[in-house]
């Protein structure tokens, strides 16, 4: 089985594993990011649409590339909410929002995690951790191309979101950490961007909807004629 050896290994290639890899990678540790997704389809994923603004990111990545290439709509001024029974509550923001190019804001953030000198790895799937005797955590191990790897690193981050297996597969005992998460404990999400001939109706904020059956929607308003609906 090839290894790989690294100070940290983060694996998943979301917001949360390329901040995490840019920091550490800009203080000149040498960082690999593991990701299931090809180079193709990294950085998309459905949800997250909307965000208030660069001012609290970590420096580490340059704030205004992200905002020129992935921000769309910037005048989004609040959020409503509507209530299944009737009625709507508008909460309204300090500071414009902003409806985002989803897919091309999570590939900026991979290139500027590469920037920062981390590494990735696309294709690859995570499938189980390695623990020492003691429990410490010494890396993992993945499948690229039909060739499982060892990672091993000082540092394992797992960023996989909510449906990672990597907590399943830990042996936390003598730990504080709450394993007590149930499979029924998370939702799916899906994602359309429509154009409709109209100028849309909410073109300063982002709408919750309920929906007949279980669930809601996001109504994101990109431009005048133009949502994303997740």
């Known amino acids: 089985m090839p290894t790989e050896a690294y100070d940290i290994v983060v694996v998943g290639g979301g ?10 990678a800009s203080e000149g540790l040498d960082v690999i990011i593991l990701e299931r997704k090809s180079a193709d389809e990294a950085g998309h994923i459905a949800c997250g649409d909307a965000i208030k603004g660069t001012s609290t990111f970590p420096d580490v990545i340059d704030r205004n590339y992200l905002k020129s290439e992935s921000f769309t709509n910037q005048r989004i001024q609040r959020a409503v909410f509507e209530n299944p029974r009737g009625g709507s509550v508008d909460i309204d923001f300090a500071d414009n929002g902003a409806v985002l190019d989803r897919k091309r804001y999570g590939e900026v953030l991979i290139e500027e995690a590469e920037r920062s000198g981390a590494d ?5 799937v995570v499938q189980d951790i390695s623990q020492a005797d003691d429990g410490t955590v010494t890396g993992v191990h993945a499948t690229r191309n039909g060739t499982t790897y060892t990672y091993k690193a000082d540092i394992t981050i797992d960023a996989a ?5 990597l907590q399943d597969k830990t042996d936390f005992t003598g730990t504080y950490f709450d ?5 029924s404990q998370f939702c799916s999400a ?3 961007v429509l154009e409709v001939p109209d100028p849309v109706e909410y073109d300063d904020a982002i709408v919750f909807k309920p929906t007949d059956e279980l669930g809601y929607l996001w109504y994101f308003p990109r431009t005048a004629t133009e949502i994303t609906l997740d």
Not at 15 to 24: S, V, Y
Not at 161 to 165: D, F, P
């Open 120 to 124: 990735i790895q696309y294709n690859t």
């Open 179 to 183: 394993t007590n998460v149930s499979y």
């Open 161 to 165: 979101g909510a449906l990672s297996i």
């Open 190 to 192: 899906y994602r359309e």
């Open 15 to 24: 917001t949360a594993g390329t901040f995490a890899a840019a920091t550490a």
